[in-house]
């Protein structure tokens, strides 16, 4: 039939485009309802932040001689601004260990540790390769209901999302970004992303990739001041 390859063409042209338009109909809803859903539960001003037991805070990129990102060093100091406000009684370090010389938790650990908090207050999970696997662990491994969830506001909605499909109790409190303008744009562009993505997450609800045995982190905390 003459002009049909045309027409086949054009179908599958304005089907693509189609399903592209969905698509992206389905990254932006997701987006915005998951900040949306967030706002109320992210604080910047440590001193509405509700007392919880745990802080959990995200591991980012640590550099070769074990000095922690501007971004993870934010994460870290605001988790000690938590911890001396009275807001938790213990630290749950969680990062980035899947190779020997690279050791995300202990980095931040003794960045915590440096700034005044006892190592014993300190613990380190070093299976939370991803937003989802650390408040799985959290839950399942180390024993935590109830937490604030500590690193920069872009990440908080997806954390927090994650964290209460999983049945946790959860604020955020947002540390100082740490990053240029530049860079911040990048990486809100990779979480618009990486939010649909925590969606299935949510959905299949698939153990981390490490689990291993219980560690609960609450046994030796210190009373409330």
């Not at 980095?107 to 999970?125: S, T, W």
């Amino acid at each position: 039939m003459p002009g049909r390859p045309g027409h086949l063409a054009r179908w599958y042209g304005s089907s693509t485009l189609a399903l592209l338009g969905t698509a992206a109909v389905f990254l932006f809803a997701v987006d915005r309802w998951m900040e949306a859903r967030a706002a109320e539960s992210i604080f910047g001003d440590i001193g509405a932040v509700p007392a919880h037991p745990v802080g959990v805070v995200f591991g980012a990129r640590v550099y070769g001689d074990g000095t922690l990102s501007p971004v993870l060093d934010a994460r870290v100091t605001a988790g000690v601004r938590l911890y001396r406000a009275g807001k938790v009684r213990k630290l749950l370090m969680t990062g980035d260990n899947g190779r020997k010389d690279y050791d995300e938790p202990t980095a931040m650990k003794h960045r915590a540790v440096a700034l005044g908090v006892p190592p014993e207050d300190v613990v380190c999970d070093f299976a939370g390769f991803r937003t989802y696997d650390s408040c799985y662990r959290a839950r399942d491994v180390f024993g935590v209901r109830s937490a604030v969830l500590i690193t920069q506001a872009f990440h908080l909605p997806r954390a927090l999302f994650l964290a209460r499909a999983l049945g946790l109790d959860v604020v955020g409190y947002a540390a100082l970004p740490g990053l240029d303008r530049a860079s911040l744009r990048h990486v809100r562009r990779r979480e618009f992303l990486a939010r649909s993505g925590a969606v299935l997450d949510a959905a299949l609800r698939r153990p981390p990739h490490f689990l291993g045995r219980q560690e609960p982190l609450l046994a030796d905390a210190r009373p409330d001041p």
